[in-house]
């Protein structure tokens, strides 16, 4: 495992709390109680109502109200009847992570390093798609890479498309509109590490007779392990959960287990629901304490 | 290898990375170009995904289609409402966690981090679960979509401020203080107008996010429609052309937004940040 230092080259400013040494912690808990009460009770109980409701049993209705049965079949049913939904989230979520990663790495780079005097134009132009609805935008893939859209003309015309090849309602736009989608979380967080990061290091490795990859593989990439972990969690996190570009640029091959869960709590199959979204977040967490633990920064908040 | 040829390797280098970098920029450019377009375009049929023809009319009959107006008033009133809420309690938490030492602090931070971390589709549901459990499955609607929004906004907002919080200079409180200001005193002249910039931030940010939630809203919007739910039925059925008018007038606003930002700062003004994205890296 790479070593991976700590936030570096910053000059550490004097730590408020040292000015705030002298208050009680009392103000300090009045100020984060209302936001905390109101976490608990619309972010933390809830969590354990999805629990609980996982557990009841399926043949109540919300009509006549559900037993809590600790049926715990609804798991295995659950696994069994979308297990592909479920892998494929996943698989797709990887590999528009990992597209996101091609292009937001050498994209949060060129801001931080090479933009000179346009840094901010770039900055700004990088979270111009949080301007305009996410939807509408999707809606725009769906015209950029339809039948009788350019991307399409244009693969054909070079015959890397054949004839009766389609772009749209392929596996390839639903990973494309998710890259899309998401790539602003991965450009931000990897620009706020690398901008930290003191250029002179990098002038020094180029000093002491490394190549410019040696220097990247030693130098840059590990002090911007942070943001590439916060990224990648940023991106791949509610990618797993996205329904809206496997909808909308999908098949129903290409369906996620977000557009399951939304199905089944549309049709009131509320049990199934609930323990298919507990299984999609166990199994984030699984993994995203095994990455953050194998990329070695939990420094992360 | 010889110098010149390692020299003209890193010159190329240098541009290329920026060149691919303007290229990203252009992938992520492109949808919002096709937005503008469309917003112009005059379509052939309900399920056209061409530019048929230019017209105006789109932008003269924005309200045309049934229920477009009426939920852009809706995500309007609801993201107005959660920035609020979600502003001025995230502000009163970013302020505990910067400004005050005690027990259980660490883990505040860590469990902020939980909702920015969780798949919308899980707290959407974790919370229909919640409201069908407690008995208000019959009423979900505008007050349970503002819960929502006011839920999911608060992180980004205690993350946005503290941020900011976390980078001003705790000198200038004492100073204050040095020249007999009071506790209440030094909050309103120094650190609030101080803080304020990160405050705005993190209210446009919450407004984005609340106006532009789809998956949470969907969820346990019972019969009320906001404007990315009225969007999705759109696509459904066929998509009238006037939402890429709404798409457009909102990035507009957003350009002169940034711009009187832009504008503020180099005025002197101390430090509009008003793209909230990389307060948001600080995380």
Known sequence: ???????????????????????????????????????????????????????????????????????????????????PQLWRSFWYAGLAT????????????????????????????VVAPFFTSFLVRTLAWQMLLGDNGWAAGVLRAFHVLGADGHLLATPFAVVTGLTYNFLPFMVLPLYASLEKLDPRLIEAGGDLYASPF??????????SMPGLVAGTLLTFIPAAGDYINAELLGTPRTRMIGNEIQDLFSAGSYPEAAALSVTLMVVIV???????????????? | MSAGLTRARRWLGERLVLMYGILVLLYMALPILVVILMSFNEPASRQSYTFDGFTWNNWLDIC????????????????????????????????????????????????????????????????????????????????????????????FVVVTVKARLSGLDPHLEQAAADLYANDWQTF??????????????????????????????????????TFPMFVWGAAQRGIPPQINVIGTIMFLLALVLVGLGEFGRRRGAPGAAVAPGPARAES
């Open chain 1, 214 to 223: 040696d220097t990247f593989r030693r130098i840059t990439l590990p002090l």
């Open chain 2, 64 to 155: 045309g289609p049934y229920q477009l107006c009426s939920s852009v008033r809706t995500s309007l009133a609801i993201g107005l409402l959660a920035t609020l809420v979600a502003t001025i309690l995230g502000t009163l938490m970013a302020f505990a966690l910067v400004r005050h030492r005690f027990r259980g602090r660490s883990v505040a931070n860590v469990a902020l981090f939980l909702p920015m971390a969780s798949p919308e589709v899980v707290m959407g549901s974790s919370l229909l679960a919640l409201f069908v459990a407690a008995g208000f499955g019959g009423v979900l609607g505008f007050w349970t979509i503002l819960t929502a929004h006011v839920m999911f906004c608060l992180s």
């Open chain 2, 188 to 225: 309103w002249r120094v650190t609030f107008p101080l803080a304020f910039p990160g405050i705005l931030s993190a209210a446009l940010l919450s407004f984005s996010l609340s106006f532009d939630d789809f998956i949470i809203t969907n969820l346990n919007a019972g019969q009320t429609v």
């Open chain 1, 1 to 83: 495992m790479s070593p991976v230092p700590d936030r570096t080259g910053a000059v550490a400013p004097p730590r408020p709390e040292e000015a705030a040494a002298g208050r009680r912690g009392l103000l300090g808990y009045a100020l984060l109680l209302p936001g905390t009460i109101w976490l608990l009770i619309f972010f933390v109980i809830p969590t354990f109502t999805l629990i609980s409701t996982s557990l009841w049993d399926p043949s109540g209705s919300i009509l006549y109200g559900y037993d809590l049965t600790f049926h715990w079949l609804n798991y295995v049913d659950a696994v069994q009847a979308y297990g």
């Open chain 1, 98 to 125: 990992a597209a996101c990663v091609v292009l937001g790495y050498p994209l949060a780079y060129a801001i931080a390093f090479k933009s000179g005097r346009w840094k901010n134009l770039m900055l700004v132009l």
């Open chain 1, 286 to 301: 699984t993994l995203v304490a095994v990455y953050v633990r194998r990329a070695g920064t939990e420094d992360l908040v």
